[in-house]
């Protein structure tokens, strides 16, 4: 079966993956009185006196916005919002399946930063959370970074973060399997964008050290002054021997490879110059880095990709729901990065040490038990961080 061929037909046939549908039945002149005019005013005047109320009298606790201006939809670049579209229908879909989230797609027809801030901004009070997805980088950064300092409800840029959680909960289950420390392991990240900022940032929150990040221009390094600002952040945590060079100087004798960049940019002979029990995660989508097969003959321990026709598939859905069903139901101020941890921890729990092999590090995407799983350690990260407000 061609499978885009077949999606296509699907969607034509779908005519949108989602639909609104009522809570409320209204069959009588008494339901309309209930649901609408005049009754409907009394939650009205309730939510006026006590704007918390609205997480009460309406469905704002279970609602989250799913944001996106179009630029970086999958692997097609800025294709703009209404092609963006299927992709975000698809995410509140998944929301609902997998954590009973309502969600719903907010497609906006601007690049400019403040523009789109001011616009999520100020639909936020129908909310409980945001989603913010397909946003290219840098902007993706200073449009989260701000719309946190304004709003008071969780804002995640799932492109980051969920890839990042994923990605921590694979590579802890690896390092079990080759028997190494994530402080002790040299770290190759290739692609500097919005996932690989996320990925690193969040390795080293969970105690890794020795960290690489590469993009298009090479090795990125502390002092080089055409590296916009993301970059040279990153090129001040890593890199601390200041090594220079390209993808394949920084390969050599590293034991983890996280690709989030193009594909085929990984040969048989880097994965050669890895050390012993590499761990090599090639996600660029759909065609990964390097194949897993090729990068398994090479001599690579372990392999996950974001695909689900091979093993260990490093997939988002395995956080976001769960995150924010869990930072709902605490009616959390925000998601901040013991929440992120505890996602990680969570997810590669579910692995039990019987169950650990190099072809199983992390929870099939369709395990019913990811949600629930997630969502409770969120509950109990939020309540010990003090941000739960329920």
Known sequence: MDIRQESLKKHYEWNGKIEVVSRAKIN???????????????????????????YELTRRSNLVAVITDGTAVLGLGDIGPEAGMPVMEGKCALFKEFADVDAFPICVKSKDVDEIVRTVELISGSFGGINLED?????????????????????????????????????????????KDIAAVKIVINGAGSAGNAICKHLMNMGAKNIIMVDRAGILCEGDDTLDEAKRELAKITNRKMLVGSLGDAMVGCDVFIGVSAPNVVSEEM?????????????????????????????????????????????NVLAFPGIF????????????EEMKLATSYALASLISDEELNEENIIPNALDKRVASVVSQAVIKAAYETGVAKK
């Open 28 to 54: 009588t002149r008494e339901d309309l009185s209930l649901a609408y005019t005049p009754g409907v005013a009394e939650p009205c005047l309730e939510i006026q006196k006590d704007i918390t109320k609205s």
């Open 271 to 315: 994965i050669k110059s890895m050390a012993n029990d590499a761990i090599v995660f090639p996600m660029a989508n759909p065609t990964p880095e390097i194949m897993p097969d090729t990068a398994k003959k090479a001599g690579a321990r372990i392999v996950g990709t974001g695909r689900s026709d091979f093993p260990n598939q490093i997939n």
């Open 135 to 179: 946003i290219s980088a840098p902007r993706c950064f200073e449009i989260e970074k701000k719309l946190k300092d304004v709003c008071d409800i969780p804002v995640f840029h799932d492109d980051q973060h969920g890839t990042a959680i994923v990605v921590g909960a694979a590579l802890l289950n690896a390092l079990k399997v080759v028997k």
């Open 325 to 336: 069903r869990g930072a709902l139901d605490a009616r959390a101020s925000c998601i901040n």
